[in-house]
């Protein structure tokens, strides 16, 4: 899945030549990413999409599209070179980022986009606060006991904490990919600090 970046507005959005019109006809379609600059939904992010009228001829834009809005998105192409939508908010939980993370997306964002991200994160981790306690804890043991379920789950309800194995899988696809550093938000700035050092001796 290839994210795509800069793809802001109606000028700079990704075009589709061919996409099926009503039964019969075809059209073009283009999307962007669209950032609120005012109002209650200022900084959230959604996904625009706007197809010409095949109708007259595709020389007339029809009236945009707009997803729900998220506290962060990227755009990308995915397995069918169909345009998707990924997003965490500040109201997702610890799985929710980490499902970002493990699909490929957190480690293809630029810098910009990376120091939304973290934004978005400490968010997540005041509003969730317990939810993210439960989950540090979960990585903690899974470092320590390796794939020993067992005894990941016996330390967690001896701590009285929670939890389900779907998260646990999440965990150790994050710790496998050594990429469980990108939900700590004190390794954050240094991380972001790397890839911009990287990026300017390529």
Known sequence: MQVLHGRTSPE??????????????????RYWLETAMKGAKSCQMRLMSQT??????????????????????????????????ACVSCNAGPE?????????????????????FRVVLVGSRVLSSESWKRWD??????????????????????AGLHCWERECEAAEKLIAAKQFDALQVRKQQSRESNRVENSATV
């Open 96 to 116: 929710d980022f980490a499902r970002f993370v493990n699909d490929g997306f957190y480690a293809q964002l630029d810098e910009n986009e990376l120091k939304r």
């Open 12 to 29: 700079t959005a990704y075009l589709v030549d061919d996409y099926p019109y009503s039964f019969h006809l075809r059209c073009k379609i």
């Open 52 to 85: 010409t009228d095949a109708r007259r001829d595709n020389a007339v834009w029809n009236k945009p599209k707009g997803s729900t809005y998220n506290d962060f998105a990227v755009m990308y192409l995915d397995e069918n070179n169909h345009i998707q939508q």
């Open 137 to 158: 804890t979960l990585v903690e043991l899974i470092v320590l006991h390796g794939d020993n379920r067992t005894a990941v789950f016996y330390t967690m309800e001896q």
